[in-house]
Each structure stands twice: as structure tokens, then as C-alpha cells.
């Protein structure tokens, strides 16, 4: 079963959230402003680019290089809040660079701490995480 949708009212959520924006508009330096520098992203290996990225920078980079796959992109993410973490279930979709259409839906967990994303896991499969 999963949990319903978190409060938005959530400081944790809203940022994550802000951050979700962020990149959906293009805006890779507003998306990675509130990381920690240290932040440890772990994106799924089969991913373009998957794996572990350590610092905020790394994640700029990755981030930047995931944005420019994408023509057109429409992200859809909706926050639980499950104890001290906040899982996001984020359904993209859209064109490729390449004109061809994408869809996918992950699940992304994410640590707050002191206004700062010190954490992120991304799941290929929601159902891993829900």
C-alpha cells in the first residue's frame, strides 16, 4: 500500500519540490541550490551516466547532461513523506533530442537536513521503494 501524497506545507517537500521545478524548466543552477556540498545522488546504473555522484557539482554536471537529452519534457512529481526521508515519484515524458518519445516513472528518496539535500536514491522501479 502506499502512503498518500506528503503535506506541501512540508519545508522538506516544498524544497524538493522547488528543486523538481527547477530542472523541469531548465534551471540546473536553481535545481542544486539547496544540495549539500557533500551530497551523495545515486541514480540507477542502467541510467545514461547512472550510478554514484558525490558533491553538488557532480550532480550539476549530471543533471545538466540529463536536461540536454530531452526536447520537450514534462515532469510530474508527486512527494510522500515517509519518516525522516521524502520519496518522489516522478513520471517524465516527452521527445528526445532525437525525435523519439520517452515515458518513465522513478522514485526518487531524498534526505533532508538543515534546509540541505545531503541524499538522493533513485529507484528504476517504484514499487522498490513503494
Known sequence: MTSPPADHTDP?????LAAYAAYARGDID????????????????????G????GADAVHHYL????????????EPVAHRRGE???IV????????????HDITVAD??????GRIVSMHAYADPAEVL
Open 12 to 16: 522538506d517537500v516544498t524544497l524538493v
Open 51 to 54: 550510478g554514484p555522484h558525490r
Open 30 to 49: 536553481a535545481a542544486v541550490a539547496d544540495l549539500h556540498p557533500e551530497v551523495d545522488w545515486v541514480e540507477p546504473e542502467e541510467f545514461p551516466d
Open 90 to 101: 516522478h513520471h517524465v515524458h516527452g521527445v528526445l533530442t532525437d525525435g523519439s518519445p
Open 109 to 114: 528518496v531524498f534526505t533532508v537536513r538543515d
Open 64 to 75: 545538466s547532461a540529463s536536461y540536454s537529452m530531452w526536447r520537450e519534457l514534462h515532469s
Open 85 to 87: 526521508t521524502v520519496v
